[in-house]
């Protein structure tokens, strides 16, 4: 052993170390996507296991593995942001050899063309994540990568709405049946939800597609250009279809269940709503981790 | 000179440095307001202008400023957040000979008993910030102090309010009177809003005050518990009160001017709204920076 | 059912919710540590799960739970953050009928006197974090409860100290000698420790212990005053103890078996180190997640 | 009046407000540098001032701004980030008739190649602001343009090298020529620093020159892949070269008035840097702000 390679040094009756690695490492990607290269901004972090015999890990691999993968899609677009993610952990395994676990987790902003209407469209900003896992048991490695969404939107609370009601009703009881017919004032908020799926490698799962599924969520997706009858369409829409984060949780499973019936049942999904409460100075959540078999058994579950 | 004491190097055609310090110095500080000891955490910043003939600024010495003045309040409160960054800034001046300028910022949480409902009142948050710059002029130096307190609470938007009961009256022809006489649907939102006034040596601002005026100038204020029948109070409220954040700056500012008459026309004021709007995924703010003679003489004055 | 209790609608055919809660609520508490009142700023996210057949979680209990046990502390101080934290998800259970499962976290600000000499003390802030989870089965309920803490402090590469030192003798051959027998420039930088340890309910682990634990285990503990004879001890700690965030990590996980021979095998152990490198723009990491089992029976892992 | 315009009514004896705007507006915009197309992803606030007798500012005129000048920069490609600010605010005024006042601050990743050997160059991560201030007087408008870097390096401290250095020489008096002729340890750490420079229209100020102004000023540049004997050469270059946060500001504004000759007086520029202290908790920094007039008169200011 060389005696400036201090990582190398053998230790004895040590502990194993679950993940060493390096996190927010900054870099650029290119993705293709329908024919169109994206250029992303990523925040990366990756990570091995160390043996306990081991006293360091090489940490200059991560480093020269991001540069040769990450840096080279730039000349050569990978086809998605998950693809580039298992890239990387399998070269990572491949490079730190004493290594049987490796893990890759990728942030990335994305901008798709949005608007109420053609003519104020605009780019809306969405966060990509990717993250891959290789482990290797004897000569084999098993690889996993999931695709991640995060979607900014609007909820409209149901509960308030109706109090609301009440009391208009309360005040005005000849015009119930006028009241029961509108939406009536609620409180609502920016709503933040983050999808992942589990992309099994012979399936592909398309972000946009999934994007689409959490902004149709939403009591109401939202809008960088808005004039002012396209905003009272936006609020108007909110308070028709007003939600729980509970609901958006439930409506986004809902909707992966329907639209991913060629995933196997060991897949991997995950939803998380965030509701900044315009009433309160906290946020409330809802979230659910289960598999795509979980959810199309479910009976009533509890 | 000490041949350690890089700091004291002497430099020749050299430039001067504005401003040399310490920041992110987190504190427990006690404050007594009203008879009540408030134990406080800080996050300070502390610093110091340097001649263009000095090398270093001595940065330990802010630390030990520090620990005299804030650790020493927990034995012996001080009166006002103010007060103890007046303290320090004089005493940085005394501790760093060669400056003629220094700077103090203090962050600090701050509680207080709020509810809609005295059966349901509980502790909710808010900021306090402290801000003390001395200047030395020959022989004399001359101080300024300023309190500032940072406050939550929500806004309903007006134009999204008559754009939806036009959207109504147009469904409703016949409801149009009824229409015209209750609230309707809008968005709305967590509003942030930041009040700083300028406390001259022989005047008291209450923070608590200001806070009774940022709280009193949202759509609504917000809280910690609400049920059910509280939750459309609020709701209400907010919708009886619908506010840009123009307007809510605007009312800070008028409250700010029939409050505090007793204080002299140069003094400081300086007051900023922040919509986390839900329609969008941006936020919106206005703010205004001015003296309090401005306000006074206010005509139309664009 | 109550029209207006749109939480309560029964649901068929829908999706149960891991966690339904609360984040972000900032509070303060008191509590006793060896016959001293702490006032602590608390961070605090509460949550529990919602069976599939009920529409929503009856999120205002939450806060009144919060303001029920930690409002409450401010006049009767408890033992200890992890106590509050279990208070609290006992107390969910009890309020959230239909809940089998309640998960608590708390952030907390928490400072200590620390000081290279006696005359030079100060408040140096740290941070506690204690985790709740209480699960009903049947009759039975199981709760278990975490105590954390995070810890800034400084490491020393051993890597780089000994090629700058190898740089040294190839220029000073002559010098071989004295060059091995003296600490030599390497990169340093903040590193911050997380630990958290499973508390069994008839045992005690004081957080001051595991600071303690932490603090030496890094390169060097840090200080807010430093005069220029001390900061120059640190220094020379620092290049006299040099570490990866490897041994960082077992260095704590070491201390942690070796302190706590009364805990059982059951308990579970984390540690996490991440260095902010001084020579890259990237931070580095190292964790394990186990049980002091697993580390006591620990050989050649791997 | 649109009855709807809700932002058009009039107000009597009101305050005008000095900004109202958007922010955290997220875009990606393309600029051509060098011949090479750049994607950024940028975080953009804009703002104008509303007269006293406007009830409020019509906000979705911003987003339509930023749409049609940012969104098209995709297609058409603008020169430099600060020419894309100085559109937008030119843009704002055209928009909002009713103001006099407009300003734009753009954030933006950027990346450059770097490495301390050629096989071993990987994109490393900068980021890039820009500002842009428009005035109407009268018919005229008068427009400033800021462009600013950012860039993390490493700083090794002068004074902690030097105590050490009597530490190795009290104890070992016979080597004290030889101590003195090598660098010896102290702390070193990560360093941001911030520099603007005003670019009068009929000049270009390269953000790529003042990145290298800058990362010339550290102790030494940082480097994301390092192999061990590149990671020994950077360690060696920075206590070669150690360096206060006053020392880097003073360097940086040394070299941008030797650079920038042709630069008028009035232009302003600005530099702070930021050092997150290894052996504290807290980070210590300097600024000056000034114009380059002021910088080149530098005699013994103070």
Chains 1, 2, 3, 4 share one sequence.
Not at 216 to 232: M, V
Request: net charge negative; with cysteine.
């Amino acid at each position: 052993m060389d005696s400036l390679d201090v990582h190398s040094e053998i230790l004895f009756n040590s502990y194993m170390i679950s993940r060493v690695g390096v996190t927010g490492i900054k870099k650029q990607a290119s993705i293709i996507r329908n024919g169109k290269t994206n250029v992303l901004s990523l925040v990366i972090e990756v990570a091995v296991d160390l043996p306990s015999y081991m006293k360091g890990s090489h940490l200059s691999r991560n480093a020269e593995v991001l540069a040769e993968i990450v840096d080279d899609s730039l000349q050569n677009p990978v086809n998605s942001l998950e693809d580039l993610a298992k890239k990387i952990s399998l070269e990572l395994l491949e490079k730190h050899s004493y290594a049987k676990h490796a893990e890759v987790s990728i942030d990335a902003d994305f901008y798709l063309m949005r608007g109420m209407r053609e003519d104020k469209e605009s780019l809306e900003p969405f966060t990509l994540h990717a993250i891959s896992i290789s482990t290797k048991e004897g000569d084999k490695i098993k690889t996993s990568k999931h695709i991640g969404v995060e979607v900014l939107g609007m909820t409209a609370c149901p509960c308030a709405m109706e109090t609301c009601r009440s009391f208009l009703i309360n005040d005005h009881s000849n015009e119930e049946t006028f009241l029961n017919s509108i939406p009536v004032i609620s409180h609502n908020q920016r709503n933040r939800v983050t999808l992942f799926i589990e992309v099994p490698d012979d399936k592909i799962v398309n972000a946009e597609d999934m994007i689409d599924i959490v902004e149709s969520s939403f009591s109401s997706p939202t809008y960088n250009i808005l004039k002012r009858i396209d905003e009272g369409r936006v609020v108007w829409q909110a308070h028709e279809n007003p939600k729980f984060v509970e609901d958006v949780v439930r409506d986004v499973l809902t909707k992966v269940v329907n639209k991913y019936t060629d995933l196997p049942d060991e897949v991997h999904v995950s939803v998380k709503s965030v509701s900044e409460e315009s009433i309160h100075k906290y946020n409330a959540y809802a979230d659910r981790s289960t598999t795509i078999g979980e959810l199309r058994s479910k009976k009533m579950e509890n």
